[in-house]
Every structure is written in structure tokens, then in C-alpha cells.
């Protein structure tokens, strides 16, 4: 059984989780209609649902152990970007944040020695390590190709194969 404090902070990652899949729409949506940014485009759809399942795991771990898993309401993420190197720079700032939350969570779980949320919130350590991981090498490969536009061509087409497996 969950303690209140822990369903709490679990139910706020679910939040943090629910926001970043909308932050990633909204960039998803964004570079859909920008000229060229196909591969961009899907990255960030792709990325916007791997948000959502890792919200509904949250969500139904609450629910396994007890407590209730809280549907949070929607916020509207920043919509449009003065370029592309500014929409990967918010996703690693979103990223970051994540990561941050998560260690706090960790944090809590083992100060409570909740040790079933303790292993269960690994998963999530790992994920971090690979999506912070993944948003630092764009963001330096973005950095590298300034406004070189075959440098872009090439960024756009290969992303996918940054990303890896793209499992969620
Ligand atoms: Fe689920 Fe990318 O944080």
C-alpha cells in the first residue's frame, strides 16, 4: 500500500508525464508544417506517445498499490519555436526536469523504504538516462550544423536512427 505522501508524488509525475506528451504534440505539431521536417516531425509524434505510456504506467502503478491514479487536466504547452535548434533545446530543459523529478521520487521512496516503488521507479531511471542522453547528442549535433541547410537535410532524415529502437 502506497503511502499518501508517496501517491501523491507518483500521481504528480503523472502530471509531469502528461505535459511533457503535450509539449512534444505541440512540437510534433509545430515542425508538421515547417517546410522539410518530416523526420523531425515524426520524432516528435513518436515521442509525444512514449510520454503518454510512460504517464499510464504511473498512473496504473497507483492504482495497483492502492491509491488512486489522478487524470490530471491539460495545460497548453508553448506552441510555436524561433527554430528548430530552440524547439530541441526546450525538449532537453523538459527532459532535464523530468529526470530531476524522478530522483526526488527515488528519493522519497527509499527515505519511506518503499521498496516495491523503489523498484518499479528504476525503470524510469533508465529511460531518463537514455532520453537525456539522446536530447543532449541533437541538441550538440544541432549546435554543430548552425544554419548549414544539407547539414539540416541530413539531421531531418537521420534522426530516427538517433533514437534507436524507439521502444517506450
Ligand atoms: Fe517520460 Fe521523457 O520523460
Not at 528504476?122 to 536530447?135: D, F, I, P
Request: proline fraction near 2%; hydrophobic fraction near 45%; charged fraction near 25%.
Amino acid at each position: 500500500m502506497l503511502s499518501e505522501a508517496m501517491a501523491a508524488a507518483l500521481n504528480k509525475q503523472v502530471q509531469l508525464e502528461a505535459a511533457s506528451s503535450q509539449a512534444y504534440l505541440a512540437m510534433a505539431s509545430w515542425a508538421d508544417i515547417q517546410p522539410g521536417l518530416q523526420g523531425v516531425t515524426d520524432f516528435f509524434y513518436q515521442q509525444s506517445d512514449e510520454e503518454r505510456i510512460h504517464m499510464l504506467k504511473l498512473l496504473k502503478y497507483v492504482n495497483e498499490r492502492g491509491g488512486f491514479g489522478v487524470v490530471p487536466p491539460l495545460e497548453q504547452p508553448i506552441l510555436t519555436f524561433l527554430s528548430l535548434k530552440r524547439a530541441f533545446e526546450e525538449f532537453l530543459k523538459h527532459e532535464l526536469i523530468v529526470t530531476a523529478s524522478i530522483n526526488d521520487l527515488v528519493h522519497l521512496a527509499l527515505a519511506e523504504k518503499d521498496y516495491a516503488t523503489h523498484n518499479f521507479l528504476q525503470w524510469y531511471v533508465t529511460e531518463q538516462m537514455e532520453e537525456e542522453r539522446l536530447a543532449r547528442t541533437l541538441n550538440e549535433k544541432l549546435e554543430l550544423i548552425g544554419e548549414d541547410k544539407s547539414g539540416l537535410y541530413l539531421f531531418d532524415r537521420d534522426i530516427m536512427a538517433y533514437r534507436g529502437t524507439g521502444k517506450g
